[in-house]
């Protein structure tokens, strides 16, 4: 129960929920924002609690607008699995609070005008936040599917350019069906900002990855890949065609001959050990 309850000294507030909660104060809409601030914190602790569930390390919780962000310190290499259902914790908050205030309503308990507004700030809310863009949770849905057939430095900078993608379109309609609406506005212009915060976060994100799996807690992976490579190949290139959640044999071929096999932990530790971050796959056998 402490580390549920841990959870809410965890929480932050982002600047532009503070800038649209004074738009709703001068513009006489304090109802409206006390019914945003609890969908949303409902959201978010709804991916902290699950993340909490599967021992996660929670660094902070930053809760936004339309969702929020739990920034935790696994850096993709938990299972698939608990990844999914973390994800999904968030927008399945909606389904129950939707269900609940339903039954206030119809209890007797909840006015006409109070259900309406709070079933419109779920759906909008539910709607938005399974957009393909991140950090979203559907872009981040979308980075755990691109993940699964793809390496993961390969799988996120695919994210980025769909999500960019995605968020481009979004823009054009905003143009052209509410170009008034000052808070689609404040949304668009923050996604932007993160979209282009993480391509050029790409090569940190991706050495991130590496160093939990060489420093970071060791578990069980579901399917063993292997790769087949050059002796003449840098190590370092061949750590970017790593996956998540599966373990690495790396075939070393030289002269168009199967040579040895080595293990992923040898070019781990040659790479962050040894700092033989650009010599080749060879120097390893040789």
Request: include cysteine.
């Amino acid at each position: 129960m402490n580390k549920y309850l841990g959870l809410l000294g965890k929480l932050h507030v982002h600047p532009l929920l503070w800038l649209i909660g004074g738009m709703a104060v001068l513009t006489a809409h304090f109802k409206q924002l006390c019914l945003l601030f609890f969908i949303v914190l409902i959201h978010e602790l709804g991916h902290a609690a699950a993340a909490a569930f599967f021992s996660w390390r929670v660094k902070r919780i930053l809760l936004l607008p339309f969702g929020g962000v739990a920034e935790v310190e696994e850096h993709g290499n938990r299972p698939f699995r608990e990844e999914w259902i973390v994800t999904l914790a968030g927008p399945a908050q909606h389904l129950w609070l939707t269900a609940a205030g339903f039954f206030l309503w119809e209890a007797g308990w909840m006015d006409d005008g109070s259900w309406e507004l709070f079933f419109r700030y779920n759906a909008a809310l539910f709607s938005l936040n399974l957009l393909p863009i991140w950090p979203l949770d559907g872009g981040k849905l979308l980075f755990l599917l691109l993940s699964y057939r793809r390496p993961f430095g390969e799988a996120h900078r695919n994210m980025v350019a769909i999500s960019a993608a995605v968020l481009a379109v979004s823009i054009v309609l905003l143009l052209a069906f509410a170009p008034r609406q000052l808070d689609l506005w404040a949304i668009a212009a923050f996604l932007a900002h993160a979209l282009w915060q993480e391509k050029k976060q790409h090569p940190y994100v991706v050495m991130r990855f590496l160093l939990e799996r060489y420093y970071g807690k060791k578990g069980d992976y579901a399917r063993l890949q292997t790769i087949t490579v050059p002796a003449d190949e840098r190590i370092s290139a061949v750590l970017q065609r790593f996956y998540r959640g599966q373990k690495h044999a790396i075939v070393v071929v030289r002269d168009g001959r199967e040579r040895t096999t080595l293990d992923e932990n040898e070019l781990l530790h040659a790479f962050f050990a040894e700092k033989r971050t650009d010599a080749p796959l060879g120097a390893l056998i040789y």
